[in-house]
């Protein structure tokens, strides 16, 4: 009897665990309001649930993505609306300017409001940005817009590659009158170079000719030959042979750095092959002094373009200036000594420390100076400058002050119709007129880096009309703008269909989600209820079973 109490209160043991896990679950799934509280409540259903999770939250982030591309779009359409009304106004202008009955200051004002609006238009490409990124200078390109939560859900929103200031419209220094013609700004000029080092760190030295030794550039003062340069090779113990040396030098005032190279001629009193077509056999050559008498055991040499007569052999050679011709008829020469001549004494050299050549100067204030002559006299020494954006002017008056044009800067141009010019723009409107230069003259003292340009207007002034179509022009430069405006138009309907599409997913997603993991409060409060009336049965029942045995013990006592 005590054995069948036993059992029934173990079996009512276990029911009531079982029945207090239940009742546990149903409190913890109506108290989070989630079905699914850890990965044994459905391990699958968990896993699922959590991929929804990932891919809502990826939708949302991309809602707001997709906002911010339309904000940029937006950005990049105004900016480009503005810019179609300065080009709108341009047009209007350009078609008064162009009409036959206009004075050249009535030109000039025109140019001038025409001019600022294109300012307008370059400083809207430059300084319209959304974030830090430039929506119009053709930097952004194509920006990818994360529309989606996967990869590969994108909308590239096209900022293109060219951009839309003047330049990329077609529109650099547009000019409504003038001569037909176009310039291209110059950024070097060509010079002198004076004294440049032929040893130095900054100098690339290099010798060309055959069966050259230690070759070092020499030359020689020494009365009857001339101020001659020489390439000397070979070494003291084995004897120097010397070649006529041919020279060419540059400097670079950008670099700082110079090149010498040096040719090696004709070798120091070579053997005469020929005199004006007669070849020299030996027999047909006769020696005389001058005085008319032979001269014995003399052979015709020259250096250069002079010839001399030497006479003897090794070092007892003595060398006479000579006056030779040649008779193509007898096919003979005749070599006299000069009157007067007496023997040369045997050259000496000494080393060439520096040289001449030509140099490339690029137009920067830091080391190259230019004075400025305009065409009313006025010279403006020390006018190179350079802006902020590192490109160098001319200051065109005299300490840049105004006139009754306002100010005046300039640029050296070159044309093909006028050759090398000064561009000069003038006052707030910047009126572009061009001046024909006196001959440029430029040279640049190496060893002190300095270099000293002039520049001379010269003439009356004068235009180039660009371009030759300038309404044609102004057509396509608009089409572009409004070819680009609609385009971001229709990115910024696509990004709107876009967030339409994600808003509808994620209240999908939402609701499968919600079925998965959320508790269904009915069911759960009725499972509630249930296992706390089996609960409080259970207990009633365990508490009578344990009394049972106590009852019979009492009766046996």
């Keep these: 009897m005590l054995s069948l109490n036993s059992q029934l209160s173990q079996k009512i043991q276990t029911h009531l665990n079982q029945n207090r896990r239940s009742l546990n679950e149903s409190i913890t799934r109506l108290a989070s309001g989630r079905k699914i509280n850890s990965a044994k409540d459905d391990a ?62 009535d030109q000039d004002a025109t140019q001038a409001e025409i001019n600022l609006n294109l300012m307008e238009i370059n400083r809207l490409t430059k300084q319209t940005e959304f974030n830090g990124i430039n929506l119009l200078n053709g930097s952004a390109g194509k920006v990818p817009i994360q529309v989606g939560a996967s990869d590969g859900e994108t909308i590239n929103l096209d900022l293109g590659s060219e951009g839309f200031d003047t330049k990329s419209l077609g529109l650099k220094d547009f000019t409504i009158a003038g001569i037909p013609g176009q310039a291209h700004l110059i950024q070097k000029l060509q010079g002198q170079a004076l004294d440049i080092p032929v040893v130095s760190p900054n100098t690339d030295l290099s010798f060309h000719g055959t069966g050259l030794t230690n070759p070092t550039l020499v030359e020689t003062s020494t009365s009857g030959y001339g101020n001659q340069r020489f390439i000397r090779s070979g070494t003291s113990s084995t004897g120097y042979t010397y070649y006529q040396a041919s020279i060419v030098a540059s400097h670079d005032t950008a670099t700082r750095h110079s090149k010498v190279s040096v040719n090696a001629g004709d070798e120091l009193y070579r053997s005469v092959a020929s005199v004006d077509g007669v070849s020299v056999t030996g027999s047909n050559v006769t020696f005389t002094d001058a005085a008319g008498a032979p001269i014995n055991n003399a052979r015709l040499v020259a250096t250069g373009t002079r010839y001399f007569i030497a006479e003897g052999t090794g070092s007892s050679t003595q060398y006479f200036r000579a006056n030779v011709s040649a008779d193509p008829g007898t096919q003979s020469i ?224």
């Design 44 to 105: 699958a259903g968990e896993a699922i649930s959590n991929r929804m999770t990932s891919r809502i939250r990826g939708q949302q982030q991309a809602i707001k993505n997709a906002k911010d591309g339309t904000s940029m779009a937006e950005t990049a359409e105004s900016a480009l609306s503005e810019i179609d009304q300065r080009l709108q106004r341009v047009r209007e202008l350009t078609v008064r300017g162009i009409n036959g009955t206009m004075s050249r200051p």
């Design 334 to 557: 005749s070599a006299q000594t000069a009157a007067g001549a007496s023997p040369l004494s045997p050259p000496s050299f000494s080393p060439v420390d520096k040289v001449n050549g030509t140099s490339t100067i690029t137009l920067d204030p830091t080391n190259v100076q230019v004075d400025y002559t305009n065409a009313d006299h006025q010279t403006i020494q020390g006018a190179l400058h350079t802006d902020s954006d590192g490109n160098y002017f001319l200051t065109a008056i005299p300490g840049g002050s105004n006139t009754s044009h306002g100010y005046r800067y300039a640029t050296v141009v070159n044309s093909e119709e006028k050759g090398t010019l000064l561009k000069v723009r003038t006052g707030i409107g910047d009126v572009v007129t061009y001046y024909k230069m006196d001959q440029i003259s430029a040279t640049t003292h190496v060893p002190q880096d300095h270099t000293l340009v002039r520049l001379k207007e010269v003439g009356s002034d004068f235009r180039f009309k660009h371009p030759d179509d300038p309404l044609a022009t102004l057509d396509r430069a608009i089409a572009k703008v409004d070819a680009k405006r609609s385009e971001l138009g229709a990115t910024e309907n696509r990004l709107g269909s876009a967030i339409d599409l994600d808003h509808s997913s994620i209240q999908n997603l939402s609701a499968a989600r919600s079925r998965i993991r959320d508790t269904d409060y009915a069911k759960q409060t009725a499972q509630l209820s249930r296992s706390q009336i089996i609960q409080q049965a259970g207990t009633a029942v365990l508490a009578q079973a344990n009394r049972t045995p106590q009852s019979i013990l009492n009766l046996l006592q």
